[in-house]
Nanobody
């Protein structure tokens, strides 16, 4: 089973940027699609972005298109989420996750994902 550790969260003003990282254990990182989700207080967890196992394709929820970029470095077993032009409504705990369903695309459902990190808090002030 892949274990995931997120980092890079913090407090930032609106319009600012953060880069989240998710380090994965195990030798088979490159075999999995990866995704980022987020959960705001009082809200359900929602999909943010996903990337194929090769890194060749990405998919985003509409609210972050043009502002967020997901990428991965398979040599470092790490997936990233670059977040620019942050808005207060981006405030949430951000989770990375491993998808075992590499036979279809895109993987935007929680049920597509098998392993989750502990989350990292992102707070955007007005």
């Amino acid at each position: 089973q892949v274990q995931l550790v997120e980092s890079g969260g913090g407090l930032v003003q609106a319009g600012g940027s953060l880069r989240l990282s998710c380090a994965a254990s195990g030798r088979t990182f490159s075999a999995y699609h990866m995704g980022w989700f987020r959960q705001a207080p009082g809200e359900e967890r929602e999909f943010v972005a996903t990337i194929t196992k090769s890194g060749g394709s990405t998919y985003y929820t509409d609210s972050v298109k043009g502002r967020f970029t997901i990428s991965r470095d398979n040599a470092k077993n790490t997936v990233y989420l670059q977040m620019n032009s942050l808005k207060p409504e981006d405030t949430a705990v951000y989770y990375c996750a491993v998808s075992l369903r590499t036979y279809y695309w895109p993987n935007y459902r929680e049920s597509d994902y098998a392993s989750w990190g502990q989350g990292t808090q992102v707070t955007v002030s007005p």
